[in-house]
């Protein structure tokens, strides 16, 4: 690092500024000197969101310290770097994953308590950045962390939103949409950092000139402006150093004031000012299905951009060449959210930088690399040349280059009319639209999905022209979660269990959790398993019961489906199933069934009728079980509200069973699955997205399959399918799809489930009439098995035992070597 001074440069390489070994004692006195100096406080009045703060800045010191080192180790092993471009991040509470990083947690608990103040209390006051809708953006947060704990020189780019994914409450059972302030008690884990800051332009028109030398030179006169200032957040691995998270906030730019002052008119100045600060205000809301929205657009637009000055920036300041860039970077896009990366680069290095064409070309194609995380059709990212052009005329004009360049290949190779059409970045059948997808592939020197199942049906469907024509660019990497967040965090009783038989090493070496086969043949052992498990329910059940009233016995089989509510992803087969139990008992027949507690947990698109009404259909089903007193300590049924990363961490380390019931083919991967399985709940899922690499890890034996696999799902839609046939050949079927309009459950409203019942006797598009009866009897051997404690015990064991492979140390790994094609540096932690 230069400073230009020696003196700083000696204080800051010295041990002066403390080694990363911290004393109970130590972080006593830095925790009170951060209460009185930090936020000025005196203890006699400080609240526990004071103390939250004061021990947050102390850690924070610790993060800030390992993240300068590694950012002078990284400048001067001068290897190459990785940029993530993701729309969303998912962090999760800070606080105690930074403690376990620094190897601090228990230290930290101590010095605490010898002031009376519980760790727990402070790390319940957290606040966590909702900047994402769900696996997606959860996923970026474990690709950090694992990059940070590998050393691998990286960034993460992305938008710093102001109301993050809004919360989620109940009214009457309905989804309550109420407006996310993470931000509101300030955020002690972020660093603004006004001197790196961009402009970014929208809107206007472009002159085709020329330069001096006679070639072509194209000017963009936007009509407005905006700036883009980073907020850092450090993102330490562990027991490593960290990297960044780097999140740009949209202001006006610095001429407003000026320009305010010449009119005269500092309304009309003061109202662009809030206009440019909309860009960031608030992240959309929903999953996986967005169009048309032009703030949407803008925001996609404003990060790639601000994030591709700064790479450039990064670069030359090292005194490299622009024409080297990809030997230096590769940028990684997280779905097609940040590809207009892609003429975005084009038209830098060619207006801005006076590069050619083709060489610019070549640059951005050996940049880019680009993962799809998903095959539905409705998600697959389109925007209108329409409103494309008018906000971005520029960026309109390199795509329909690209675009010409591209299909003038595709006719030197022969290709016919309606394969060109096919494939061709802009679709031009009714409106006019960019194929985002399509851009982002042609753009990238790799294409990867995120399950081996996804990425073969994205070769073989969705993308399967492109992989024809260039084979060597489609790959696979499944994904992986950060183990030390949703094991070593969150599951404390479980890890030191793991821990005390097989050591540390799994904390960054997963597949080490092998050695665990061995004692699920030990009593002792799996009596000691089922213990943490039991002690974790106890946990989620007072949880539970302070949110929403319900008692939960923790004996129960507690049977959890957790995620955003989607018809594809089946919440109301999960009802079906739980009515034809309630059915059942009140007929009297309900010998086999185990006493169970369904769990759920998700939130809806606000613009989702149907997620919403099956969210109201999963707490109408709640109050009638929980109420209903002949089923009374046989089934209970709770929605939990607003799963968050926070909730989350408390829900998976209590499950006994993890519900993954997508439609097969729809579910790219999953990471929830993942998250269960390595906190020993066991799966019934079907044969979709990463589903298919669990079973086939823990073996066919521990884990429930039920249900058509893809190519039976589409073979079914193909020949015609005809749910009213099956509901017509199945009582028990009959009798579960007519109580949702009996009026039973909702005081005699027979209409307000009418449309979840017709859909699923009329069309039906995920198939839960095909597979009930296989989920039925799916179930009836869980419930089996359930009764038999040490069965369910060894296959626990065993599934955690071989969740190995699910790491995302394990995926950041496949794309540093396949991908990125960087060597990670285990930068040396100064002691
Ligand atoms: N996913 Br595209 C999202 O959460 N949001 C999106 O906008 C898109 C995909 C999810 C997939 O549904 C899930 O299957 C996958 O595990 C996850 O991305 C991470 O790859």
């Not at 992240?283 to 637009?301: A, C, H, I, T, V």
């Amino acid at each position: 690092m230069k400073t230009q001074n020696k003196k700083i440069e000696s204080y800051f390489s010295h041990e002066s500024l403390g080694g990363i070994e911290l004393s109970k004692e130590e972080i006593k006195t830095a925790f009170l000197e951060k209460l009185f100096y930090g936020i000025g406080r005196i203890p006699s009045v400080a609240t526990t969101n004071d103390f939250y703060t004061a021990l947050a800045l102390t850690v924070r010191d610790q993060v800030f310290k390992r993240y300068v080192r590694s950012l002078e180790e990284y400048a001067e092993l001068d290897s190459r770097g990785i940029a993530y471009l993701s729309a969303e991040y998912l962090p999760g509470p800070h606080l105690g994953n930074n403690l376990l990083n620094l190897e601090i947690t228990e230290e930290t608990r101590e010095a605490l308590a010898e002031l009376d103040i519980d760790l727990e209390a402070l790390l319940e006051q957290e606040v966590e950045p909702g900047l994402g809708n769900g696996g997606l953006g959860r996923l970026a947060s474990c690709y950090l962390d694992s990059m940070a704990t590998l050393g691998i020189p990286s960034i993460g780019y992305g938008i710093r939103y102001e109301f993050g994914i809004f919360n989620q409450t109940l009214k009457e059972g309905w989804q309550a949409e109420v407006t996310d302030k993470w931000l509101h008690y300030g955020n002690p884990w972020e660093v603004v950092r006004p001197e790196i800051a961009f402009e970014v332009r929208f809107g206007g028109r472009t002159e085709h000139g020329k330069n001096e030398d006679g070639t072509l030179k194209v000017t963009w006169t936007p009509d407005s402006e905006v700036k883009g200032t980073a907020y850092d957040t450090p993102i330490l691995g562990y027991n490593s150093n960290g990297i960044v998270m780097r999140l740009w906030k949209a202001e006006a730019i610095d001429s407003f004031d000026f320009s305010a002052y010449n009119m005269g008119d500092y309304y009309r100045a003061v109202e662009k000012k809030m206009r440019s600060e909309n860009i960031t205000k608030v992240l959309y809301p929903n999953d996986e299905n967005l169009s048309g929205k032009e703030l949407r657009l803008k925001q996609q637009y404003f990060f790639v951009c601000c994030s591709l000055q700064d790479i450039i920036r990064l670069h030359l300041m090292q005194g490299r060449k622009l024409n080297t860039l990809s030997e230096k970077f590769s940028i990684q896009l997280n779905d097609t959210h940040p590809s207009i990366a892609v003429p975005e680069l084009m038209r830098l290095l060619v207006d801005e930088h006076d590069m050619e064409w083709e060489e610019a070309w070549h640059v951005t194609r050996h940049t880019f690399a680009y993962t799809n995380h998903t095959l539905l059709p409705e998600a697959l990212e389109k925007w209108s040349v329409h409103l494309l052009g008018r906000l971005l005329p520029r960026h309109m004009e390199i795509i329909y280059e690209i675009n010409r360049r591209f299909l003038n290949e595709l006719r030197e190779k022969h290709y016919t009319g309606e394969q060109i059409a096919r494939m061709s970045i802009i679709d031009e059948r009714g409106e006019q639209s960019v194929r985002m997808a399509h851009l982002a592939t042609v753009g990238s020197f790799k294409v990867n999905g995120v399950s081996r199942l996804h990425s073969r049906l994205l070769k073989s469907q969705v993308l399967n022209d492109f992989a024809d024509l260039w084979p060597s660019q489609f790959t696979n990497i499944t994904n992986g979660v950060a183990h030390r967040r949703f094991l070593a965090v969150s599951n404390p009783g479980l890890a030191e269990l793991i821990s005390e038989k097989i050591g540390k090493q799994w904390l960054t070496d997963l597949p080490q959790l092998k050695g665990l086969e061995k004692y699920a043949d030990d009593v002792d052992f799996r009596e000691r398993w089922m213990q943490v498990k039991l002690q974790n329910k106890i946990g989620l059940a007072r949880h539970i019961k302070e949110r929403t009233g319900v008692e939960l016995d923790p004996s129960m089989l507690f049977d959890v489906h957790v995620k955003r509510i989607h018809e594809y992803k089946r919440q109301h087969l999960k009802v079906l199933h739980i009515l034809s139990l309630y059915l059942r008992l009140k007929n009297g027949k309900g010998e086999g069934i185990s006493p169970t507690a369904f769990i759920f947990g998700g939130k809806a698109a606000p613009g989702y009728f149907m997620a919403k009404r099956i969210i109201k259909l999963i707490t109408s089903v709640a109050e009638l079980v929980n109420n209903d007193k002949e089923v009374q300590d046989r089934l209970k049924v709770v929605f939990l509200p607003n799963f968050s990363v926070k909730q989350a961490q408390r829900v998976y380390p209590a499950a006994d069973l993890s519900e993954q019931i997508s439609m097969a083919g729809k579910e790219a991967s999953g990471t929830g699955n993942m998250k269960f399985a390595l906190n020993g709940a066991l799966t019934i899922g079907t044969l979709d997205g990463a589903n298919v690499e669990i079973r086939e890890e823990v073996g066919e034996e521990n884990f429930f399959l039920f249900g058509l696999n893809t190519e039976e799902v589409q073979t079914k839609k193909a020949s015609g399918y005809h749910p009213y046939r099956i509901y017509d050949r199945n009582e028990e079927l009959q009798e579960v799809i007519d109580f949702l309009i009996s009026g039973e459950l909702e005081n005699g409203n027979t209409e307000i489930f009418r449309p979840v019942h017709d859909n699923l006797l009329q069309q039906d598009p995920y198939l839960l009439l095909e597979d009930y009866q296989s989920y039925i009897e799916k179930m009836e051997e869980i419930h089996e098995v359930w009764r038999s404690p040490v069965k369910w015990a060894k296959m626990s064991i065993l599934n955690v035992a071989r969740m190995g492979k699910f790491s995302s140390d394990r995926s950041i790994h496949e794309y540093a070597e396949e991908i990125w094609k960087v060597e990670p540096v285990k930068v040396q932690l100064s002691k």
